[in-house]
């Protein structure tokens, strides 16, 4: 069992930046491969970026490339999402989740956390 606890997410303007951040308790952290999705109001809940377990291979959402970026410090048992340029489709809830593969679809993941609200006003 594997919990997740995000933090982070607020109100920004449009062009501004956030730090999102998930924290891990329970089994090794550095044997997940991590993902951040998000979820806008009426939508499904879609990829946004994955990294490895080693921290090496990174996906990315094609419209958030460039301006995001994900990151982990196993020591810390914690992901990150760095996200700059925001804009105001990127507002949504952000979640973080584990997988044991890397993977960019939501099936993929057995491990979820609560969320947290990111909203960009224009």
């Known amino acids: 069992q594997v919990q997740l606890v995000e933090s982070g997410g607020g109100l920004v303007q449009a062009g501004g930046s956030l730090r999102l951040s998930c924290a891990a308790s329970?089994?090794?952290?550095?044997?997940?491969?991590m993902g951040w999705f998000r979820q806008a109001p009426g939508k499904e809940r879609e990829f946004v970026a994955a990294?490895?377990?080693?921290?090496?291979?990174?996906y990315y959402l094609g419209s958030v490339k460039g301006r995001f970026s994900i990151s982990r410090d196993n020591a810390k048992n914690t992901v990150y999402l760095q996200m700059n340029s925001l804009k105001p489709e990127d507002t949504a809830v952000y979640y973080c989740?584990?997988?044991?593969?890397?993977?960019?679809?939501?099936?993929?993941?057995?491990?979820w956390g609560q969320g947290t609200q990111v909203t960009v006003s224009s």
């Open positions: 989740a584990a997988s044991e593969n890397l993977a960019t679809t939501k099936n993929a993941y057995a491990y």
């Open positions: 329970g089994r090794t952290f550095s044997r997940y491969a």
């Open positions: 990294i490895s377990w080693s921290g090496g291979p990174t």
